[in-house]
DNA sequence: CGACATTATGACACCGGTGTCAGGTTTGAA
DNA sequence: TTCAAACCTGACACCGGTGTCATAATGTCG
């Protein structure tokens, strides 16, 4: 078994690699003759080009980097499995590159990231959708990028989003709805833009509804498991005891629920408890979780498409997308006992 | 900002491109002072070689694969973790290849992705390591690769394991001790060659302690938590109802402790429930899972460091290595009540 | 001090593709 | 029928490194 190369196609098949390579490339000019015949080579000789070759001529990798610092493995997941998606239809490679950094260590830590792997473009996911140093940064580089799931940064790129501040109203009006009044939120970590966007859509349902925001009910958490049981704490030491708590992602919820069970409460007869993101846990614990499922996987795939697009003919306009996320209701909220 | 090459820094500082490669590389032949010289230049230039031409004149890619598939996202993130750490100790990059395939079709998935992707080697993870016709192929193809947690398979080569059969005994036995005879237990996935392995360590527990094996405590689920509902549900509906059940990993437990809190059962005082694999959700439930921990990352990273050191040197003999697992104990086991 | 081994260096081809451009052929309109 | 425009094709340089080999400089030893 030796190696088939352009040049091997190219003799085997009486013409030159230049024009082998117009119809690997769908390049025009060449006569269907020709082209038919160096498809049938391609096929007896199981030609595959050499990528590597490709992109030192083209000056690309055909590579896109995926950056992220997330606490949720289900979150990172289903960003990759949506990244992948993109870049096997287009024949694009995805390299992850998880990073813990913030300020200038992050921006260094990409700079060599570009430099030593030669990225074509980078997505960025929660939180760096929002680091506005790095959008600035890559900007200057030229770097094309994508950005998942951001909310408030205004930047005229490509960007696809879910809804945050819809579902946490639809959420917090559901529980309103099943008669609480007293609803507990804990919030994520401050630099996911998602935090605020979730807050917001919180205190505009309890508004819409005339109910009095209250600012002992809502307590600092970061989106871990383990920050959702100091602020389960404070929500159920507190007297009265709220009847509904809403935390911002499934994994606070779940530990404001493992608190609850711990101390003897039924949920949802006594307290009802919601969350966010439809993780696995969500459906995993019982009761299960009343909680937003966002559309992860399509968001992703959506801005690798378009980043790919991109690389490939620079374009203009900006893309702008907002997806709508879901209300899942399952046992852990009820109508309030009377 | 123009790009800075190897032509560039040869002939800044006056020497040909060549002896700039030979330094790159730690080649010997070159003079301390050149050596030197050339050195200051790269750090002034700021110059970073070309991974792509490199790949090209060496024909390699300096990526790894890592196949896998595998319903634990937790399990996944885990394995990607040490697999990149060993990758960037490296300056490698590492490629994620989830595919859901058996038989044929994995194998003609796998051709697809060596040949367009040119990688350097790849990474089994469970259920892959043991699939003895992927491994022949790879050995055919002259690609290196290392296998992950495999158990039964035979083969010199690179693996990293961990004691599956050992922690499947201890936990076992850890339940014998609090008092349980009538243990069920739920197998996991038949192509996963750790099935096998925590089976006969709750079988070698049991006859240890002179417990006859029943067969009808057994269950045969496939790792996800769909199976341990159903699992789940049979178990609980036997009569006598047995006093603890011991699931092949966390995902089937939890789904055991979900069905038993359902049906008001107390865990653990009316029933005792064991995992395997130590996943997040055994601490985020109530009550905490006692289960194995692995020291996945660490496995995974051995297996690719020693596959990259592999590519660079093939080596003759094989490197097959078994680490320890560990019985971490939480509230949902206890003793049996008389 | 001369003969030879060793070390240091560079010229040049090469990896497997793509971009540029020139030259030949076909097409179509005048 | 003629000539320009459009189409097809290949020669050749190039991308940014590495491998081979020749040659120059230095070192070693009798």
Chains 1, 2 share one sequence.
């Not at 003759?33 to 080579?41: C, G, S």
């Not at 979150?75 to 990759?80: A, D, E, F, L, P």
């Not at 099943?178 to 505009?204: M, N």
Request: glycine fraction near 4%; hydrophobic fraction near 35%.
């Amino acid at each position: 078994m030796k190696k088939v190369t352009i040049n091997s196609v190219a003799s085997y098949a009486g013409v030159s690699k230049k024009t082998v390579s117009r119809v690997l490339n769908n390049e025009p000019n060449v006569s269907d003759a020709t082209r038919e015949k160096v498809l049938k080579v391609f096929k007896e000789l199981d030609y595959t080009p050499n990528p590597i070759a490709r992109g030192l001529a083209q000056n690309r990798s055909f590579i896109i980097g995926c950056i992220y610092d997330n606490p949720s493995k289900s979150y990172i997941t289903r960003v990759q499995t949506g990244a992948l998606a993109a870049c096997q239809e287009n024949n694009y490679n995805l390299l992850i590159h998880p990073c813990d950094l913030r300020g200038d260590a992050l921006i260094s830590n990409i700079e060599h990231l570009l430099q030593s792997s030669r990225l074509d473009g980078l997505v960025l996911t929660p939180p760096f959708s929002d680091f506005k140093v790095l959008v600035d940064f890559l900007k200057s580089k030229k770097i094309p990028y994508a950005r998942v799931a951001s909310a408030v940064l205004e930047d005229e790129s490509i960007s696809v989003r879910s809804n945050d501040e819809q579902g946490a109203f639809e959420i917090t009006e559901h529980l309103i709805n099943l008669g609480h009044k007293a609803i507990a939120f804990i919030k994520g970590h401050p630099d996911h833009s998602a935090t605020e966007q979730r807050f917001k859509g919180y205190r505009r349902a309890l508004s819409t509804h005339g109910i009095e925001f209250n600012e002992r009910l809502v307590e600092e958490g970061n989106f871990s498991y383990h920050s959702g049981v100091d602020s389960a704490r404070s929500i159920l030491d507190l007297t009265p005891r709220p009847t509904a708590v809403f935390a911002s992602n499934d994994y606070m919820a779940a530990a404001v629920l493992k608190l609850a069970t711990q101390r003897q409460l039924k949920v949802p007869d006594d307290i009802s408890i919601a969350g966010f993101d439809n993780a696995p846990i969500a459906r995993h614990i019982w009761p299960g979780l009343t909680t937003i499922a966002q559309p992860v996987e399509e968001m992703t795939q959506q801005a690798v498409n378009k980043l790919i697009e991109h690389i490939s003919e620079p374009q203009e306009q900006p893309y702008q997308v907002t997806l709508e996320a879901r209300l899942i209701t399952r046992e852990s909220t009820a109508q309030i006992k009377p």
